[in-house]
C-alpha cells in the first residue's frame, strides 16, 4: 500500500540557510500535517491543510512557510535556520472520510543545522 | 497544563513477558481519539491502535490491546507476549480538534526495553 513520502530523508544545513521539505501523501488523503519533533522530545504540531487551504497552526515560527499544492503535496519552507531546528520532521496526512480519523506518518526528514 | 501524561519514561521488561505502558489524558471535549505509536531507532512513527472515545469495546490489534477506562482519562496500552523487536520509544497520543482542523498531541513517550 503506499505510504506518505517525504523528501529529503536527511538534510544538513548551515546556520542562516534556507531548507525546504516535501511531502506526498497517501492518495486520496485531503489533509496534510507537519510535526516537529527535537532530539528526546514528543512531536510537537506546526500546521496544517485540508484541500489545500491552512486548516490549523500550532508552534510554528514565523521564519517557518508551508503550502499545500493542486496535487495534494505539501512543502515546509524554513529560512535563516537555526541550530535549534534541527530535528526530525514528519509529515502526516489523512482521509477526512476514514474510519479511525487516523494520521499515517511519513519516515521523517531529519534536518542537522551546522 | 500537559494533555497527554507518560509517567514512565523508562522500562525494562524481560522477553516474553506482557507489558503494560501508562497513559492518562485531560480533555473535556466528549469526542476524542487516543493513539499509541512505536517509534524505533531509525525514527519512524509506526501506528498501532486507535480507540474512540465512543468506543464500547477496548481496541485490539494482534499483540496490542488498550485498556480504556473512560472515568479514570486512562488509556495504557499492553503488549502481550514481547519480542526482542518491541524494544522501542511509545508515544500515546491524542486527537485534538474536530474534523479537518484536528491535530494529534502527543505525551512524552515511554522508552521501552525488552531484555533477552
Known amino acids: 500500500a503506499a505510504g506518505v513520502i517525504q523528501s529529503p530523508r536527511h538534510l544538513i544545513k548551515e546556520k542562516r540557510e534556507t531548507a525546504t521539505l516535501k511531502c506526498y501523501p497517501i492518495?486520496?488523503?485531503?489533509?496534510v500535517y507537519w510535526y516537529q519533533q527535537g532530539p528526546g522530545q514528543d512531536p510537537q504540531f506546526l500546521i496544517s491543510?485540508?484541500?489545500?487551504?491552512?486548516?490549523d497552526k500550532g508552534s510554528i515560527p514565523d521564519r517557518f512557510s508551508a503550502q499545500q499544492f493542486s496535487d495534494y503535496h505539501s512543502e515546509l519552507n524554513m529560512s535563516s535556520l537555526e541550530l535549534g531546528d534541527s530535528a526530525l520532521y514528519f509529515c502526516?496526512?489523512?482521509?477526512?472520510?476514514?474510519?479511525?480519523?487516523?494520521?499515517?506518518f511519513g519516515p521523517g526528514t531529519r534536518l542537522t543545522v551546522l | 497544563a500537559q494533555k497527554i501524561t507518560q509517567t514512565q519514561p523508562g522500562m525494562f521488561v524481560q522477553e516474553k513477558e506482557a507489558v503494560t505502558l501508562d497513559c492518562t489524558y485531560d480533555?473535556?471535549?466528549?469526542?476524542?481519539?487516543l493513539f499509541w505509536y512505536k517509534q524505533p531507532s531509525s525514527g519512524e512513527m509506526i501506528f498501532l491502535i486507535y480507540?474512540?472515545?465512543?468506543?464500547?469495546q477496548n481496541a485490539t490489534e494482534g499483540r496490542y490491546s488498550l485498556n480504556f477506562q473512560k472515568a479514570r482519562k486512562s488509556a495504557n496500552l499492553v503488549i502481550s507476549a514481547s519480542q526482542l523487536g518491541d524494544s522501542a520509544m511509545y508515544f500515546c497520543?491524542?486527537?485534538?480538534?474536530?474534523?479537518?482542523?484536528?491535530?494529534?498531541?502527543f505525551g512524552k513517550g515511554t522508552r521501552l526495553h525488552i531484555l533477552p
Open positions: 502526516a496526512s489523512r482521509w477526512t472520510s476514514g474510519k479511525f480519523n487516523e494520521q499515517f
Open positions: 492518495p486520496r488523503h485531503d489533509t
Open positions: 491543510f485540508y484541500e489545500k487551504m491552512q486548516s
Open positions: 480533555t473535556s471535549d466528549p469526542s476524542y481519539g
Open positions: 480507540q474512540g472515545s465512543y468506543d464500547q
Open positions: 497520543a491524542m486527537r485534538e480538534g474536530r474534523d479537518r482542523d484536528d491535530k494529534i498531541i
